[in-house]
């Protein structure tokens, strides 16, 4: 079972009933989440232990929680985590409970890679004539040095990293 915290513009889009926050049964922990309006509209997704984001399809926004997953088994897979550690952290996301966001860094981090993800969407645009490569910019984003990991691993893919080979599960 995961939290997804939301945006409430992303609240006003789905219409889950909201629970109280609590703790994820994950390693990569709770989730928060916001709606990008790009055409077509994307998520942007942020593990709250590790920054990692993950961009996905909006619609249907009502099965964002239980089709977030499979595009985060993908990313996991991008970024070359092993296939036992996938495993799990997809087997545990076997429920998904919907709350309000409740932590303003992670908000802020929601902020910045909103606008980080717009240029390199254009940049993916630019380059391969091909705009909707969400999976490569999320692997870009996860590259970008954050401000509340600069006294750990700077970079959520470093995060990740760090969190998988430590054996946390």
Known sequence: MFHLHSTKKLLDRIKPEICIAGESDTALGNWYATALFWKPQVA????????????????????????????????????????DFIAQELWRMNEVRYAKTANRSVVGILNEFSRQAEFWLAAYAYEKGDDDDLLAISAKLAETPCGPLYSTHLSPDKALQYLVSSGAQ
Request: hydrophobic fraction near 50%.
């Open 44 to 83: 942007l997704l942020v593990s709250e232990k590790t920054l990692l984001p993950v961009l996905m399809p909006l619609a249907p926004a009502a099965t964002l929680g239980r089709r977030l997953p499979g595009q985060l088994g993908a990313v996991l897979k991008e970024h070359g985590i092993p296939a």
